[in-house]
């Protein structure tokens, strides 16, 4: 751990050093950027995940805009490195409110330190834990057939994800990393968008009849949930299943799962999962199981076109999926799947699905 | 009886106020709004040129009042007022006037103005137009009510007699009409009132609303404009039947002198030149000058330069009135104005007026505002059929930096455009003069004033941009840079790099930085000098100081009292850097002042001192 920061610390410092020598030799001071566009991201054969590519921004301290990003970032490193030479973490949130004292290097809004830390790791290659910076909360939760061993501040703690946890699951902490797995005897993996209908499973017993840990993504999962599920789908060679509502958001939210997002293209070596598979909503299933549905928004149109020209989505099955969900203006929830009954998902509807693409 | 003189009893001359009775809508009758606005503008017309006739600074108060369903409206004005028998001709006789068979730039010209909107106050509320005027203190103030027996074209007086008024010298009309008040939009009496008030700036305006709101539209100026001259005809653009028919009517009994005395800018050379072209005798008799020879005539103006017609037939407003008229009435960042020289259509002169205000409170997103303007009178109707929109729509607006959807049509931004254009006669599309007709000439006047304009608020822009640009680079270089060293090198626990040379690169600047190295027996001084703006630069640098120059070449020596002064003559492209050095006598460091730069501005160089 001492090694790590230390690591840490030199990364930093380099980086630093480089404006220092900019300034020394009478450049003006820029660093050099991936651009994080949509335009901008390549796919790693060797990792098979969606990384950033060749294209670079700099930013300069010719502009004003520039000049703040950079004089912003000196701060940032100084904070990041004072922290780790005392052994102390912080969370997002704490840092844009610290960066209050700042005078001209204060940060705007939360999304702009937010972002400068990432890109922060861009440059450095690391990652926000290795700063000892936490995301205010994780949240996210597994259900299923894993005993696993977690270092806590208090002690080694070994746990069995289905039977010393209650209905709740076991808590993903924010470093996965610091996560052993002992052993388990699951099938499969499988990711839920919704609470609802993670608690549905739970409740039809869907991880002990079918072996499955069941993950809640809450959402857009957090960087230790897509890491989690990296490390469980790669170390325990399971097949992760993603199981969200039939919209564009859901399926971004499967891509950051599989493919890596663009946000953070940088880490996806380090938290995509490839392996991880679609099972639903498709638009098809709109079709074909005659699901209850909503009309698109225009929000949802516009979001829909981008996935068009979205290299990650540049499959056969994606194409035909959207542009069929463009013709039919219409999309589902997980749970409309309740119009057969509450136990249609588990009984008809995911069996099939799963044993249709070699999962079960 | 054959059906030919069956029809001939029925066939009859009809008067102009018969005509005009049936066909108001030609003289801008045509909606209950507009009537009233029309009306207003009659009489608020009159009332300008009548102050402007005699050089009176224009006062003139406007209320319109209900009466009932109908409004009643009172024009009163401070002008010369009106002899007493002409008072009911002007108001009850349609084309009756003053101006028609004169050339120069007057707001009314044909005469039908006033009498037109008195008739349609007799046709619409069934009363006569009170009019009330007197021409000096020592004479009465005159009453009158009129109103015209359209049958013949003639006055009725129906009241006449003397009366008490408090002013000593004006006039006053009073109508009722049938109309409706509008407000808040560009086709209004108070918007009216707001464009005349631009074009008129040397005029005050009063208006009272029917509610009893008063608005008042001050002077922005005491100045009077120029008064109009009247002129005779040009002969650039004239028309054969025209000339003809000045040949056969003339007093004149020789063609030459015919031409010295109804044209203008026509002098004895440049006459017989036109005669000697046409190949006629400068001494024939006008009226036996046959039509082919009217031809040639006319073909001789077109060869034999002529010089431009005179302007004082024109009364512009200036650059400085469009200035204050449009600073009056707008909350704006930057406004351009430019009066163009005269130009001629159809042997008319004629001056095209032109201004911009841009930025203020105008708002970004909507098309901008268009002024029109014929003879210092605004035209409100008929936008879309007028040259000056037509000539506006015509320019590529995005060469001056407003949008313009598809590269033409009415640009959008946060601008008005101003334009007026004044003549001896303007070509009006209809008798309601509510557009100006597609004069190719006109046109192109109008379109290079405009871009005139718009060119000035460009480089305004791009020099908004720069000084933008370099408060920026400012921001950079005093708070944000020092900071930034400070922390980076603090951070590295590091001394803190002299940041000049990255402040000469940010702000394009030539640098001057001085080395000294002690040597045994005194001082080895270099000084850099780097270009890193885009410009070439040439100045002097001086060093002054009190020790003995052992060398320096290239450099001028100079004793002045018990110092030394170095100069060097510098010239640097782009990017170049170039080492000035000397030695001196000196134990330890030497005490030196900052260099001296002479021949450049002090925001380009950074480490010298300016003088």
């Not at chain 1, 996806?268 to 909503?281: K, N, T, W």
């Amino acid at each position: 751990m001492i090694e790590k920061d230390e690591l840490t610390q030199r990364k930093l410092l380099h980086l630093i050093n480089g404006f220092y020598t900019q300034l020394e030799n009478g450049e003006i001071p820029a660093l050099l950027l991936p651009t994080r566009t949509k335009a901008n991201i390549a796919y790693d054969d060797d990792a098979e995940v969606w990384v950033y590519g060749e294209r670079e921004s700099t930013r300069s301290a010719k502009t004003t805009r520039g000049a703040y990003q950079l004089l912003k970032t000196s701060y940032v490193v100084d904070f990041v490195n004072t922290q780790l030479k005392q052994a102390k973490s912080s969370t997002l949130r704490e840092l844009y409110y610290i960066s209050e004292n700042w005078g001209l290097a204060k940060f705007g809004e939360q999304q702009e330190s937010d972002r400068l830390i990432e890109d922060l790791e861009i440059v450095s290659e690391l990652q926000r834990e290795d700063f000892h910076i936490r995301p205010e909360e994780d949240g996210a939760s597994i259900l299923g057939p894993l005993r696993i061993r977690e270092q806590t501040r208090r002690g080694t703690k070994i746990i069995h994800c289905q039977d010393d946890v209650g209905e709740a699951g076991y808590q993903v902490p924010c470093n996965v990393d610091a996560l052993e797995f002992l052993e388990h005897d699951a099938r499969l993996v499988i990711a839920i968008e919704t609470g609802g209908m993670r608690d549905r499973l739970i409740e039809n017993e869907f991880d002990e009849k079918f072996d499955a840990i069941i993950i809640h993504l809450k959402g857009q999962p957090a960087r230790s949930t897509r890491r989690l599920m990296k490390r469980i789908s790669e170390e325990l060679k399971l097949p992760v299943a993603v199981f969200t509502d039939g919209d564009p958001w859901s399926y971004r939210i499967f891509a950051s799962v599989a493919y890596g997002s663009i946000k953070s293209a940088h880490l996806s070596e380090y938290m995509a999962a490839p392996a991880a598979m679609f099972v639903g909503i498709r638009p098809s299933d709109i079709i074909n199981y005659e699901l209850p549905n909503d009309k698109l928004t225009d929000q949802d149109i516009r979001a829909l076109h981008s996935l068009l020209s979205d290299p990650r989505f540049e499959s056969e099955f994606w194409k035909s999926e959207v542009n069929l969900q463009l013709e039919l203006n219409k999309k589902s929830e997980q749970q409309s799947l309740a119009k057969y009954g509450l136990d249609f998902v588990t009984d008809t509807y995911l069996p099939e699905r799963l044993t249709e693409m070699g999962i079960l | 009886m054959a059906i030919a003189e069956e029809l001939a009893k029925k066939q009859r001359a009809i008067s102009v106020a018969e005509f005009f009775e049936k066909n108001r809508q030609i003289l801008g009758f045509d909606s209950a709004p507009r009537s009233l606005i029309t009306c207003v503008k009659e009489a608020v017309d009159n009332a300008l040129d009548a102050c402007e006739d005699a050089s009176i600074l224009p006062d003139i108060f406007v209320q319109v009042a209900r009466a009932g369903d109908a409004f009643l409206i009172t024009v009163e004005d401070n002008g010369p007022g009106i002899v007493r028998e002409q008072i009911p001709r002007i108001f009850a006789k349609l084309l009756y006037g003053s101006r028609f068979h004169v050339l120069k730039q007057s707001r009314g010209q044909q005469g039908i103005g006033i009498s037109a909107a008195v008739l349609y106050s007799q046709l619409t509320s069934g009363k006569p137009t009170k009019i009330t005027s007197r021409i000096s203190l020592n004479d009465p103030a005159h009453y009158y009510e009129l109103i015209i027996n359209t049958k013949v074209n003639e006055p009725e007086i129906l009241v006449e007699r003397t009366a008490d008024w408090d002013r000593p010298h004006g006039t006053r009309i009073e109508m009722e009409i049938e109309a409706s008040y509008v407000r808040g939009r560009r086709q209004s009496i108070h918007e009216y009132l707001k464009s005349t008030a631009i074009v008129n700036p040397h005029a005050r305006l009063t208006l009272i609303e029917p509610d009893g709101n008063i608005m008042v539209f001050d002077r922005a100026t005491d100045i009077m404009p120029p008064q109009p001259k009247e002129i005779m005809p040009h002969p650039d653009g004239m028309e054969l039947g025209t000339l003809i028919k000045m040949l056969r009517y003339t007093e004149r009994q020789k063609l030459v002198s015919f031409l010295m005395n109804e044209f203008s800018r026509m002098g004895r050379k440049t006459a017989e030149d036109i005669c000697k072209d046409a190949a006629i005798d400068p001494g024939e008799v006008p009226a036996n000058i046959s039509h082919d020879q009217a031809k040639h005539l006319l073909g001789a103006f077109r060869k034999v330069r002529i010089q431009a017609p005179p302007m004082d037939c024109l009364s512009p407003l200036g650059e400085d009135q469009i200035y204050k008229g449009l600073e009056k009435e707008y909350d704006v960042d930057f406004i351009s104005t430019t009066t163009r020289a005269a130009s001629v259509h159809s042997g008319n002169p004629f001056i095209v007026e032109a201004g911009i205000a841009f930025g203020g409170s105008l708002p970004k997103e909507d098309r901008i505002e268009i002024l029109r303007f014929a003879n210092k009178v605004p035209l409100l109707y008929q936008q879309g059929g007028c040259a000056i929109t037509h000539a506006i729509s015509d320019i590529n607006w995005k060469n001056y930096e407003l949008n313009q959807s598809g590269g033409n049509g009415i640009p959008v931004g946060p601008a008005v455009v101003f334009v007026h254009v004044a003549s001896t006669k303007v070509p009006f599309t209809s008798e309601s003069k509510d557009a100006i007709a597609d004069i190719p000439e006109i046109m192109n006047e109008i379109k290079l004033a405009v871009q005139e304009v718009a060119r000035d608020t460009k480089n305004y822009l791009s020099r908004q941009k720069l000084l933008e640009r370099r408060k920026d680079k400012e921001e950079i270089i005093k708070k944000i840079l020092p900071k930034m060293v400070v922390k980076v090198s603090s951070i590295l626990e590091k001394e803190e790099p002299d940041i000049r040379p990255v402040i000469a690169k940010i702000m394009g600047n030539v640098l001057v930085q001085r080395e000294v190295t002690p040597k045994a027996d005194g001082c080895f001084v270099s000084l850099k000098v780097r270009n890193f703006d885009e410009h070439a630069r040439s100045f002097k640098l001086h060093e002054l100081f009190k020790y003995e120059v052992l060398d320096a070449p290239g450099a001028k020596v100079m004793k002045v009292g018990n110092s030394t002064s170095l100069v060097w003559k510098v010239s640097l492209v782009p990017g170049e850097q170039k080492v000035l050095c000397y030695n001196i006598e000196c134990s330890g460091t030497p005490e030196l002042q900052a260099p001296i730069a002479e021949g450049i501005d002090e925001e380009v160089i950074t480490g010298a001192k300016v003088v």
